[in-house]
């Protein structure tokens, strides 16, 4: 009874990490709306970003420290975190930057090749065992993204530059996702989150008053889309994500990308009234079957904590 006790708690363990990565995936998935919808420049609303949603973060590891068994949660900035935190400067950064010189669809397309950078990564590290399920499962999410985005992708010269700042978002988001896939082994979900962005946090805060002049917003609804992107997209995004790469492996976990781009989509549609194609539609299917296929089983789930 004992032993299958055990495998019903980690089943339903990896459920709720499973739960929790696709609930990041939609709060993340808001962002491109909430930057366009704000009056300062792109690397101050991504300092905003991260600068609101502190407090909240901060408050959420307290209560971690609490709670968990002494000792175990590690040191505030150690190497994985550090490299989180610079990674994901570099992240929104360019992705923020991508959005303004780029359309959305655009955007989104280059950033959804982040999950290769990830398993490419995974490989050159040999940090996890890469299955044929997870290649197929990838694959098939690559060609739902660009189903999902081609119809609306646009080739203009004058955008290359967004272009590749979006295929820049993409290296840095999957190192990203490696770094906090190894500080998870030794850290807790809310202290990576906490940690790693008071790094962000500083580096965009510098580099946000050189490059730009307006850096408070000028309107109360600027400033609530500022809340709206820190509590939102980066505080409960982000923070359930380091929650999940905790219990699934990051290769999975990185699909979640491609989650983000299809709950964009809806976004798009719900609020501003953006139409969905059929063949925008097939695409996210596609995308949800990818995901299904490449969905960690077993022994892959067995040798997460």
């Not at 780029?102 to 290769?116: G, I, L, M, Q, Y």
């Not at 982000?238 to 929650?243: E, H, I, V």
């Amino acid at each position: 009874m004992t032993a299958s006790t055990g495998t019903d708690e980690s089943s339903g363990t990896h459920i709720g990490a499973f739960i929790a990565l696709v609930a990041g995936a939609v709060a993340m998935g808001a962002s491109p709306i909430f930057v366009r919808l704000v009056d300062v420049g792109p690397t101050t609303s991504a300092f905003w970003r991260v600068a609101l949603a502190l407090p909240v973060l901060w408050a959420w590891d307290r209560y971690e420290a609490r709670t968990a068994p002494a000792g175990s949660n590690g040191k505030l900035f150690s190497l994985p975190i550090v490299l989180a935190g610079i990674f994901f400067a570099c992240d929104l950064f360019f992705w923020h930057l991508a959005i303004l010189n780029t359309t959305v669809a655009n955007a989104t397309f280059f950033a959804t090749t982040a999950p290769f950078w990830v398993l490419f990564g995974t490989w050159l590290m040999k940090s996890e065992h890469i299955g044929r399920s997870v290649v197929v499962g990838l694959g098939l999410a690559m060609i739902g993204g660009g189903l999902l985005v081609g119809e609306s992708m646009q080739v203009d010269p004058e955008r290359l530059s967004g272009d590749l700042y979006g295929l820049i978002t993409a290296v840095f988001f999957g190192c990203y996702f490696l770094a906090v896939g190894a500080a998870r082994k030794t850290h807790g979900a809310a202290r990576i989150t906490f940690a790693s962005t008071i790094i962000t946090a500083l580096i965009l805060g510098v580099v946000a008053l050189i490059r730009e002049q307006n850096f408070f917003p000028d309107s109360a609804a600027s400033l609530a889309m500022l809340f709206a992107l820190a509590l939102v997209s980066h505080a409960a995004g982000q923070g359930l994500l380091a929650f999940s790469l905790g219990h699934l492996p990051a290769t999975f976990s990185s699909l979640v990308i491609f989650l983000e781009a299809i709950a964009a989509a809806l976004f798009g549609w719900i609020i501003l009234s953006e139409p969905i194609s059929i063949i925008q539609a097939i695409g996210g299917a596609v995308i949800l079957l990818g995901i299904w296929i490449a969905r960690p089983q077993g022994e892959s789930l067995e040798e997460r904590p």
